[in-house]
């Protein structure tokens, strides 16, 4: 090793050793004859100093050195004493005399300082430059989480006996919901494998196959619209059991993330949202009635009132004229301006409301008030149990249009009272998910995917009412955001057709997509279950990052470019005729 020591191992009981430390220069002071250099490496930093008194050569050099410049220097540890230490080092109290420096390697002035103060940096900038981003202590800071973490689960799935199996990253495409990215295969001229967007069908066949316990640290692919918290490519925890059901996988997920979270964040309020000594759960149909979301926020509580019935007859003929009526009772919402209520209209009426109706309670002002029946307003502020100086919303409409943009507000109106704490882990599980959703285009799709075990007491829906049909399928949720879900699948080839007609498939579609795994399901299937869990997602949320981005060491940015190695970019056509690929002109 070019080191004898790391920059953040010497104490004063390392005084009078002669050590070789080596790193990159974090910041340098000349103090008129005596110059200070802080050197910095993965572990720490190390402040190291040039006397001429010591070593006129080493001096001498230190006089050209500058930032991000990498060197290997020699010398001896002293104590700085009292009065001159620096707390706010782990090496603050000893400094390194140097006898002998070397110049490994010298460095352009860098496009910004390597520290931990990079708001005024352009995101783009640092992404061009990831390599110098990951210098800063943070970002090694995420990795070294990240590290952990994923350490952390292998050792708790191992020592539940489950084995770690690498499925494919080229496999045929089956899609299930999001778009995949195609790779052409140049001995097959005109096939295609893709990239998985899961290992879903694969780690099923390891069921087939008799594994019992399987998972996998993964990555994922999914060609979709990019947010805070995707990636084109993403690593997830990927499980599946044999031989188990709802409540069993639930279990054993929670044993690992709050053994997780005691582990690495026990700084985190998270039992204080336990119910019986255990996460809480809801139903999908709870969620959207109480929170207006699949994956409530529950750190505070804002829930809605459901004011269906009170809602006929009330002398507000919108009200009257919907199917449901909801209402967000807001404590101290007079606080709130009209500007923020028409900025919270707008919100709403992004997330598919026609407006947004509110009511001041003490004061007259607003349609609901000036037009609604008296007894429907006593009968509003006796059900929400609101009082003068608060503030109702109303959500209108069909189930899901009453109930979304008010959850999207109730957010909203949190952010706006600071409501929403760092320091709360609100864990969450959502059961009873639908098996099926109406999509844009008014066709049947899999709320989740085609695998999902219906409900046995909804089976007979399938012929009559399939958008009724309850799945075996949970998501767990962190502070409003989906960590992952799963689960029971269906173990049936002759139910597993059936779902796959419903969804609208005819026999030559089924065999071309799914085939394989119905021919799979002829040979004694077991019963079996299981979860993903988004890493990236998991590690944003214990590092309190703003976005999967800092906490994954060579991401894409918002349009799914690499501007770090340029990607993606253009091929040779030499190579895509090999590949025989035709790029085509865009049409105007």
Same mark, same amino acid.
């Given at each position: 090793?070019?080191?004898?020591?790391?920059?953040?191992?010497?104490?004063?009981?390392?005084?009078?050793?002669?050590?070789?430390?080596?790193?990159?220069?974090?910041?340098?002071?000349?103090?008129?004859?005596?110059?200070?250099?802080?050197?910095?490496?993965?572990?720490?930093?190390?402040?190291?100093?040039?006397?001429?008194?010591?070593?006129?050569?080493?001096?001498?050099?230190?006089?050209?050195?500058?930032?991000?410049?990498?060197?290997?220097?020699?010398?001896?540890?002293?104590?700085?004493?009292?009065?001159?230490?620096?707390?706010?080092?782990?090496?603050?109290?000893?400094?390194?005399?140097?006898?002998?420096?070397?110049? $490994?390697?010298?460095?352009?002035?860098?496009?910004?300082?390597?520290?931990?103060?990079?708001?005024?940096?352009?995101?783009?900038?640092?992404?061009?430059?990831?390599?110098?981003?990951?210098?800063?202590?943070?970002?090694?800071?995420?990795?070294?989480?990240?590290?952990?973490?994923?350490?952390?689960?292998?050792?708790?799935?191992?020592?539940?006996?489950?084995?770690?199996?690498?499925?494919?990253?080229?496999?045929?495409?089956?899609?299930?919901?999001?778009?995949?990215?195609?790779?052409?295969?140049?001995?097959?001229?005109?096939?295609?494998?893709?990239?998985?967007?899961?290992?879903?069908?694969?780690?099923?066949?390891?069921?087939?196959?008799?594994?019992?316990?399987?998972?996998?640290?993964?990555?994922?692919?999914?060609?979709?619209? $990019?947010?805070?918290?995707?990636?084109?490519?993403?690593?997830?925890?990927?499980?599946?059991?044999?031989?188990?059901?709802?409540?069993?996988?639930?279990?054993?997920?929670?044993?690992?993330?709050?053994?997780?979270?005691?582990?690495?964040?026990?700084?985190?309020?998270?039992?204080?949202?336990?119910?019986?000594?255990?996460?809480?759960?809801?139903?999908?149909?709870?969620?959207?009635?109480?929170?207006?979301?699949?994956?409530?926020?529950?750190?505070?509580?804002?829930?809605?009132?459901?004011?269906?019935?009170?809602?006929?007859?009330?002398?507000?003929?919108?009200?009257?004229?919907?199917?449901?009526?909801?209402?967000?009772?807001?404590?101290?919402?007079?606080?709130?301006?009209?500007?923020?209520?028409?900025?919270?209209?707008?919100?709403?009426?992004?997330?598919?409301?026609?407006?947004?109706?509110?009511?001041?309670?003490?004061?007259?002002?607003?349609?609901?008030?000036?037009?609604?029946?008296?007894?429907?307003?006593?009968?509003?502020?006796?059900?929400?149990?609101?009082?003068?100086?608060?503030?109702?919303?109303?959500?209108?409409?069909?189930?899901?249009?009453?109930?979304?943009?008010?959850?999207?507000?109730?957010?909203?109106?949190?952010?706006?009272?600071?409501?929403?704490?760092?320091?709360?882990?609100?864990?969450?599980?959502?059961?009873?998910?639908?098996?099926?959703?109406?999509?844009?285009?008014?066709?049947?799709?899999?709320?989740?995917?085609?695998?999902?075990?219906?409900?046995?007491?909804?089976?007979? $829906?399938?012929?009559?009412?399939?958008?009724?049909?309850?799945?075996?399928?949970?998501?767990?949720?962190?502070?409003?955001?989906?960590?992952?879900?799963?689960?029971?699948?269906?173990?049936?080839?002759?139910?597993?057709?059936?779902?796959?007609?419903?969804?609208?498939?005819?026999?030559?579609?089924?065999?071309?997509?799914?085939?394989?795994?119905?021919?799979?399901?002829?040979?004694?299937?077991?019963?079996?279950?299981?979860?993903?869990?988004?890493?990236?997602?998991?590690?944003?949320?214990?590092?309190?990052?703003?976005?999967?981005?800092?906490?994954?060491?060579?991401?894409?940015?918002?349009?799914?470019?690499?501007?770090?190695?340029?990607?993606?970019?253009?091929?040779?056509?030499?190579?895509?005729?090999?590949?025989?690929?035709?790029?085509?002109?865009?049409?105007?």
């Amino acid at each position: 090793m070019l080191r004898t020591h790391t920059c953040n191992q010497l104490t004063t009981k390392d005084e009078n050793k002669k050590v070789t430390l080596t790193g990159w220069v974090h910041h340098r002071r000349d103090h008129g004859g005596i110059i200070f250099i802080d050197l910095r490496d993965r572990y720490g930093v190390t402040q190291i100093t040039f006397d001429p008194a010591v070593n006129a050569q080493a001096h001498k050099a230190a006089e050209h050195i500058r930032s991000e410049w990498v060197l290997k220097a020699t010398g001896t540890v002293k104590n700085r004493g009292e009065g001159l230490r620096n707390k706010n080092l782990e090496t603050g109290e000893i400094e390194v005399f140097i006898e002998g420096i070397e110049v $490994l390697n010298e460095s352009k002035t860098p496009p910004f300082e390597i520290n931990e103060h990079m708001d005024h940096v352009r995101e783009d900038l640092r992404l061009e430059h990831r390599y110098l981003d990951l210098r800063r202590p943070k970002m090694q800071e995420n990795l070294r989480l990240r590290y952990n973490i994923m350490t952390f689960i292998r050792n708790f799935y191992d020592a539940q006996d489950f084995l770690e199996v690498e499925t494919p990253i080229m496999i045929k495409g089956t899609p299930e919901g999001s778009r995949e990215y195609l790779v052409p295969s140049r001995l097959h001229r005109g096939e295609f494998y893709v990239l998985p967007q899961s290992p879903q069908q694969l780690k099923q066949l390891l069921m087939v196959g008799g594994i019992d316990k399987y998972f996998q640290i993964a990555r994922c692919f999914r060609d979709e619209d $990019l947010r805070g918290d995707r990636q084109p490519e993403f690593t997830q925890l990927d499980v599946e059991q044999s031989f188990v059901e709802q409540d069993d996988i639930i279990a054993e997920t929670e044993q690992m993330i709050l053994g997780l979270t005691e582990k690495v964040v026990p700084h985190k309020n998270y039992q204080s949202f336990f119910e019986s000594g255990k996460i809480k759960q809801i139903t999908w149909q709870e969620a959207l009635g109480k929170y207006g979301s699949d994956k409530p926020d529950i750190r505070f509580d804002m829930a809605f009132v459901d004011m269906t019935e009170e809602r006929l007859g009330c002398g507000f003929g919108v009200f009257e004229s919907v199917d449901r009526l909801f209402t967000l009772p807001v404590p101290n919402g007079s606080d709130l301006s009209r500007k923020d209520i028409d900025t919270f209209t707008k919100l709403a009426q992004k997330h598919g409301a026609g407006g947004l109706a509110w009511v001041r309670v003490g004061e007259d002002s607003g349609p609901v008030m000036k037009n609604a029946k008296p007894e429907f307003i006593e009968k509003l502020i006796e059900k929400t149990g609101t009082k003068d100086g608060d503030l109702i919303f109303f959500g209108a409409g069909e189930f899901l249009q009453a109930t979304e943009p008010l959850g999207a507000v109730r957010l909203a109106v949190a952010d706006k009272f600071n409501l929403r704490n760092n320091q709360d882990f609100a864990y969450l599980w959502v059961t009873d998910f639908p098996m099926f959703e109406i999509k844009e285009d008014g066709t049947v799709g899999a709320a989740h995917h085609p695998f999902t075990m219906p409900n046995e007491e909804d089976l007979a $829906l399938l012929d009559t009412d399939k958008t009724k049909v309850r799945s075996y399928a949970y998501d767990l949720v962190l502070n409003g955001t989906e960590l992952g879900g799963g689960s029971i699948r269906i173990y049936d080839q002759a139910l597993q057709h059936k779902v796959f007609e419903t969804l609208g498939m005819d026999e030559d579609e089924i065999q071309m997509k799914f085939g394989h795994i119905l021919k799979a399901f002829q040979y004694g299937v077991p019963p079996h279950g299981g979860i993903a869990l988004g890493i990236d997602r998991l590690v944003m949320l214990f590092a309190d990052a703003p976005n999967i981005r800092e906490v994954i060491a060579f991401p894409k940015n918002q349009s799914a470019q690499d501007l770090m190695l340029g990607a993606p970019s253009p091929m040779p056509e030499k190579e895509l005729h090999e590949q025989n690929i035709e790029v085509l002109e865009e049409e105007v």
